[in-house]
Antibody
Framework: EVQLVESGGGLVQPGGSLRLSCAASGFTFSSYWMTWVRQAPGKGLEWVANIMQDGSEKYYVDSVKGRFTISRDNAKNSLYLQMNSLRAEDTAVYYC???????????WGQGILVTVSS | DIQLTQSPSSVSASVGDRVTITCRASQDISRTLAWYRQIPGKAPNLLIYEASSLRIGVPSRFSGSGSGTDFTLTISSLQPEDFATYHCQQSNVSPLTFGGGTRVEIK
């Protein structure tokens, strides 16, 4: 059974940092593109960043470029999102997502809430 | 960025009803469109990709059509688990973008 389990969320003040982690199991992690998608409370979905199977290519939505860094450790079947200079508008549920390509999103975690507030 | 506009934003229907949701892209995206179902409190689930390809394991009551700028998701006979929010997503141009969602509610 495919499982993606996010951790590391919580409440952080504006300007602060947080590191999200995602532990993957049940599929060949190293063969999958991995993505972070977020959903602000009561809002739609927003693609945040994705990373190629070997980590050599990374892409970000403009609103997080220079503040967020996506990374992965294939030996640990883990995905990460380092979030710096957090803003109120980054408040959302963050989903860890896996897919065999970079275009569609097959496997989703349960999501983790990040709240940026003073 | 490519904008995706879904309509309606919400629809009320009964079990057994046929429901159609549309997604319009701000520019030609060929057939690079997917549909997801999101049950309240849960993560989204991929239903259809490449506009009309049914993901393995997804019930055949779901179907997709369209190309270019206009796309449709049809649920032929609504089931209790289909009362949810549906999202379209394009993959033709980066950044990948989603529509605003269509909520299917119980009448």
């Amino acid at each position: 059974e495919v499982q993606l389990v996010e951790s590391g969320g919580g409440l952080v003040q504006p300007g602060g940092s947080l590191r999200l982690s995602c532990a993957a199991s049940g599929f060949t992690f190293s063969s999958y593109w991995m993505t972070w998608v977020r959903q602000a409370p009561g809002k739609g979905l927003e693609w945040v960043a994705n990373i190629m199977q070997d980590g050599s290519e990374k892409y970000y939505v403009d609103s997080v470029k220079g503040r967020f860094t996506i990374s992965r450790d294939n030996a640990k079947n883990s995905l990460y999102l380092q979030m710096n200079s957090l803003r109120a508008e980054d408040t959302a549920v963050y989903y860890c997502v896996g897919a065999p390509n970079r275009y569609y999103f097959d496997y989703w975690g349960q999501g983790i809430l990040v709240t940026v507030s003073s | 960025d490519i904008q995706l506009t879904q309509s309606p934003s919400s629809v009320s229907a009964s079990v057994g009803d046929r429901v159609t949701i549309t997604c319009r892209a701000s520019q030609d995206i060929s057939r690079t469109l997917a549909w997801y179902r999101q049950i309240p409190g849960k993560a989204p689930n991929l239903l259809i990709y490449e506009a009309s390809s049914l993901r393995i394991g997804v019930p055949s009551r779901f179907s997709g059509s369209g190309s270019g700028t206009d796309f449709t998701l049809t649920i032929s006979s609504l089931q209790p688990e289909d009362f949810a929010t549906y999202h379209c997503q394009q993959s033709n141009v980066s950044p990948l973008t989603f529509g605003g969602g269509t909520r299917v509610e119980i009448k």
